[in-house]
Every structure is written in C-alpha cells, then in structure tokens.
C-alpha cells in the first residue's frame, strides 16, 4: 500500500502541473541551495527567430547559407533548427545524406560530395582565418545565439539567432533568491547571449560554451557545498540532471531530459517549481 502522505503529495504535485517520478529526490528539499539552470527552452521559450545571415565565402549569398543550414536541420528536434527551418520555408533546400548531430555543438551531414557543419562557435576549427573569427566574435557581441556553417574546414556562413525570455522566468528567480537559494544559469550558447539572458532575471552566476560533459561537471562542483537541484530541457542537460540531488525537467523538452529527470513539469512552467518546493517542504513536515 502507498502511504497516504505520499499518495496525497502525488496527487497534489499531478494537480499543479508536476509529475513527480521519484519521489526519494524530494527528500534533501530543506538542503537545497543552488539551483542550477540551462538557458535555452529552459528560462527562454526556445522559440528562435533568425535575425541575421551573413556569407563569407565567395559566390555564397545569404540565402544559400540558410538552404545549406536548413538542410543540416532537417528531422532535428533542437529549438535552432525550428528556427532555421521556418526562415528557410520558402527557400530550395538540398538533399543531406549521413546527417549527425552532436549535444551541445551542432549538426553535420553530407550534401552532395561535400561535409558540412552547422555548429556553435565555440566547435570552430583551430586554423580558422582571423578576420573570420573576429566576425563570428562580432556576430556573438549582439546577444544573438550563433551558429557557424562550415564546408569541411571553410567557414561559408553565420546565422544569428534569437529567442524571447519566459514571461515567468523573472518571478522564479526572485523567488529562489527570497529562499536563499541561488540561482545558476549553465548553457551551452555563448557569454554575451547567456549574459543578456542573466542580466535581465538577475542571475548573477553564469557559465557559458558548455558541453554537456562540463554541465556535469559543474553540478558535482556546487554539490561539494550543498544540495543541487538542476532545471533542463534538453539533450545536452541530461547527464547534469541525472548528477543533481534533484532533476527536473521541461515537459516540452527532449525525451531524454525527461527520462533523466525526477520531476517534470508538465506544462513548461517554472511556477510550477516554486509549488514543488513548497509542497516537499510540507510533506516533509507530514502537512499533507
Ligand atoms: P543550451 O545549453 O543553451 O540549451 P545547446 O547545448 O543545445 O544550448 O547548444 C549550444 C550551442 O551549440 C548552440 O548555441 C549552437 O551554437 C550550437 N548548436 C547545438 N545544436 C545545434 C543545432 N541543432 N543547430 C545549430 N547549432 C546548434
Ligand atoms: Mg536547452
């Protein structure tokens, strides 16, 4: 038989948006003092909008960076390839074949008898032309999220990016900081987009250009002081929220987010988390 404490905090969480998949996670909530968060689909809406395109390379235009990229994103879930996507409707994009994407990089495949990449600034080749560099650094200076297309190692594009803060967002991380938890952003886009972000909820810590591998790595360092909880939608979150003493994650976000995680919150909304803290808190003092 299920306890009734713990049927009714079940059914509690269930009515506020929160599916509760392990429940023993819940048990360090009075420990909890970072709270540690991806950026993109998580404090944003994950809605990109292209808003800028630039060809590098000679005889490329703009809108044949945005075919090429749009072809790399096909069948990708990732909320970048959404928006390349749609601002390549009414373009002609080409056949990829062999398509690979990487968490926290970008996406690769073939088109005709060349490779190509579309991936974060952070994954260019080391021998990259200098001017170039310095213009994907520009590119990086707007707050825009950026992604490089490559032809094996010849840049041939930049695509600037951006994605609306959650209207939510701001309330949440006023809130943590009345419990004296401290919020953390970790993402894999770049400082000044990250910054931007941070800047306008008044996140203080912020660690940008990660890969998933440096994500994990950051939650087991916080832990070293305290209980973690760690907030993600995506596939390049799931090692972290699998680390974290509690894994929650985007209900709109990858299956393999969810999979990882303890609690989902079901519609999206970080309000959702606020209620989560509060009724642990009370099961915990068998309030409920
Ligand atoms: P976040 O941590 O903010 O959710 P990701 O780890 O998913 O970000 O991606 C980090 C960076 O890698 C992106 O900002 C982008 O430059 C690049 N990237 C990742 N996936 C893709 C993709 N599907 N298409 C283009 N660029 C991508
Ligand atoms: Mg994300």
Redesign the pocket.
């Known amino acids: 038989a299920i306890p009734l404490v713990v049927a009714r905090l079940t059914g509690l969480a269930a009515q506020n948006g929160l599916l509760i998949q392990n429940r023993a996670a819940l048990e360090r909530v009075n420990e909890l003092r970072y709270v540690l968060m ?5 404090l944003t809406e994950g809605n990109f909008k292209v808003q800028t395109v630039n060809a590098l390379a000679e005889g490329w235009t703009s809108d044949d960076v945005l075919r090429y ?1 749009a072809a ?2 096909q069948g ?1 879930s ?4 959404t928006g ?1 996507l749609k601002a390549a409707h009414d373009l002609d994009v080409p056949m990829v074949m062999h398509q690979t ?7 690769s495949g073939m088109i005709g008898d060349d490779h190509y990449r ?6 260019l080749p080391a021998n990259i032309n200098s001017q170039v560099r310095d213009l994907i650094t520009t590119a990086t200076t707007t707050g825009e ?3 490089v297309l490559l032809k094996h190692d010849e840049p041939l594009g930049i695509i600037g990016l951006s994605d609306a803060i959650k209207p939510d967002a701001q309330a949440f991380i006023e809130s943590l900081h009345q419990q004296n938890i401290t919020p953390v952003m ?5 400082e000044k ?2 910054q931007r972000v941070a800047a306008a909820l008044g996140i203080h810590e912020v660690r940008a250009d ?3 591998a440096d ?1 994990i790595e950051l939650v087991k360092t916080y832990q070293a002081n305290g209980a973690v909880m760690m907030i ?6 799931s090692p972290a929220l699998a680390q974290a003493d509690l894994g929650v994650a985007i209900g709109a976000g990858t299956d393999v987010a969810i999979n990882a995680s303890d609690v989902v919150l079901v519609d999206s909304k970080l309000a959702d988390v606020t209620t989560l803290l509060e009724l642990a808190r009370q099961a915990k003092r068998k309030m409920i």
């Open positions: 991806d950026k993109t689909g998580t990229a790399l994103e990708s990732h909320p970048l390839a390349i994407a990487t968490a926290g990089e970008g996406v579309l991936v974060s600034p952070t994954t999220t950026v992604s970790l993402t894999g886009d770049n987009a990250a990660l890969k998933p994500k993600g939608d995506g596939v390049n979150d």
